[in-house]
């Protein structure tokens, strides 16, 4: 059942929980997605584990009313739902922009989260983008954010996917707020260059779910504490490309916590 709470600059956030466990999942979104791009994940993680999925805030049912669309904000949002829910020991699942919101909320909650996965967010952190490169990464989206935003999804998927499926997404991520998802993504490409600082700030095990293409640059993201867990034969979207091969790389990654 959907309930509500509010985050710390008081936006409504929708979330779900579901099934019953000291272990909590919380799964988080990418970029003008929601929590319905875990559909196919929640009956079998529930099975297991308490799952709460939320949509942040300018996505889905949550209110789009805030200013801030800063990491730091999304990283409130599942702060607070996470306390809405009472959950003490939670592992906190980010895809792609989500990978960026857990490591911030993780921030918020020292104490309360065991660990860390990343949904094909990184493949390599010892090169980040800078200011100049995220600006011009922007342009072609400031110009024409509909199609660019089609282009850019279709270009993440790989050439096994159904073709369905990416129209569907395209069209979803495509149809967001322009004005919220320029500020979200430049936020999170911005973001990246603060990622390794906070893995080291939160301490946390933190396993990354990665397609097999582009290849991942291991050394560098074990560097930083991050074990890499590789998909072959699929894209940006594993979760919803092949959902019984990527629950069960999750449940191992989970696994990879268990004390």
């Known amino acids: 059942m959907q309930a509500f709470v509010r985050s710390s600059d008081r936006t409504r ?3 779900e929980s579901l099934g019953s466990s000291s272990t909590s999942l919380v799964l988080v979104h990418g970029w003008c997605c929601d929590s319905t791009y875990w559909d196919l994940q929640i009956a079998p993680l529930a099975a297991r584990w308490r799952v709460v999925r939320l949509d942040l805030a300018g996505h889905g049912h949550s209110d789009c009313r805030r200013t801030d669309w800063s990491i730091a904000a999304f990283g409130a949002d599942v702060s607070a739902v996470v306390s809405a829910a009472g959950l003490s020991d939670a ?19 020292k104490g309360r ?8 967010q990184y493949n390599q952190l010892s090169t980040l983008m800078s200011e100049a490169r995220v600006q011009e990464r922007l342009a072609p989206f400031r110009a024409n954010f509909s199609e660019t935003t089609r282009a ?4 993440m998927f790989s050439s096994a996917s159904d073709s369905s499926l990416i129209e569907r997404v395209a069209a979803h991520m495509s149809s967001a707020s322009e004005s919220i998802a320029l500020a979200a993504l430049e936020a999170t490409w911005n973001h990246g260059r603060s990622v390794p600082g906070l893995l080291a700030e939160v301490d946390l095990p933190v396993v990354a779910i990665n397609a097999e293409y582009p290849s991942t640059d291991i050394p560098s993201m074990k560097q930083h504490g991050v074990e890499v867990l590789l998909m072959p034969g699929v894209g940006h979207f594993p979760m919803l490309e092949k959902p019984t091969e990527f629950n069960a790389c999750l449940a191992r990654a989970v696994e990879e916590f268990d004390v």
């Open 91 to 109: 592992i906190l699942v980010g895809h792609s922009m989500g990978a960026d919101v857990v490591l911030e909320a993780a921030r918020l909650m």
């Open 113 to 120: 989260v065991r660990g860390l996965v990343w949904v094909d």
């Open 13 to 15: 956030i929708a979330y």
């Open 152 to 155: 850019f999804v279709r270009s």
